[in-house]
């Protein structure tokens, strides 16, 4: 049991790893392809934050992936989880889209007020600084935490695969969203068409121009995916000026 829980963190490591690598290479090459400013001026330090960001997030890969192969073991040998592998009835193909937005809500709830909890200042200190040391952050920089911040960001997902059923397709596709709106929240330039940002989508959907607030002013914009915690507790200060961009 102990190997096959071994082998399920270090496959889970390895697969977190490639993806962060890959997703996060890319929008790097796009960034710099479309001759957008990553990181500090100073070449220098543009290099010295990107390799901080790299190897604060390859550790985070391995603590991510500790409570996942946890899950995905618990899944195979004992069948613990909800993880449905076939969808069998209608009701099963109906609640394949709404449980990614479930999933999504949650995790975003969790990311909301977790976030707000680092930002205390003797945890802000302890831990979150690690992340906003990133000045300005790249695409590099979304899965820059410290372990303690890893911690809490990687027990939810494999939690609710416990107690709330989603076909594995499904928790594919959040997964891969998680992923995508980690890298591009952080990489500074939108990947969204200025109608949505301005329009009713960047009114509850979080994007760049959102979270780049965060890492601006700190006490605002905590959320992860939507603006719904953010306008409910008064800490949404919308949009950043990219022109303003120190």
Request: proline content about 5%; aromatic content about 14%.
């Amino acid at each position: 049991m102990f190997t096959a829980f071994a082998l399920a963190v270090v496959s889970m490591a390895a697969i977190i790893a490639v993806r962060y690598l890959a997703v996060s290479g890319g929008f790097a090459w796009l960034t710099r392809a479309r001759g957008v400013a990553d990181g500090p001026a100073d070449p220098a330090k543009r290099r010295q934050q990107i390799r901080a960001e790299i190897r604060w997030s390859l550790l985070s890969a391995f603590i991510y992936a500790v409570p996942a192969g946890l899950a995905l073991e618990a899944a195979r040998s004992l069948g613990w989880t909800q993880l449905m592998w076939q969808v069998t009835s209608p009701l099963d193909l109906a609640w394949w889209p709404l449980s990614i937005l479930v999933y999504l809500f949650l995790h975003d709830s969790w990311f909301y007020w977790t976030h707000r909890w680092m930002h205390a200042p003797r945890l802000f200190k302890a831990a979150h600084a690690v992340h906003h040391a990133s000045r300005p952050p790249t695409a590099w920089a979304a899965m820059s935490f410290h372990p303690l911040e890893a911690v809490s960001g990687a027990i939810l997902i494999p939690a609710l695969v416990f107690i709330i059923p989603i076909h594995v397709g499904a928790l594919g596709v959040v997964m891969l969203i998680a992923t995508i709106m980690g890298v591009t929240n952080h990489m500074g330039w939108e990947i969204f068409p200025k109608a949505w940002v301005d329009g009713w989508f960047g009114r509850h959907v979080i994007s760049a121009s959102h979270h780049e607030a965060h890492h601006r002013f700190y006490t605002c914009n905590y959320g992860l995916y939507f603006r719904f915690w953010d306008k409910v507790c008064g800490t949404d200060r919308g949009l950043a000026n990219w022109d303003a961009r120190a």
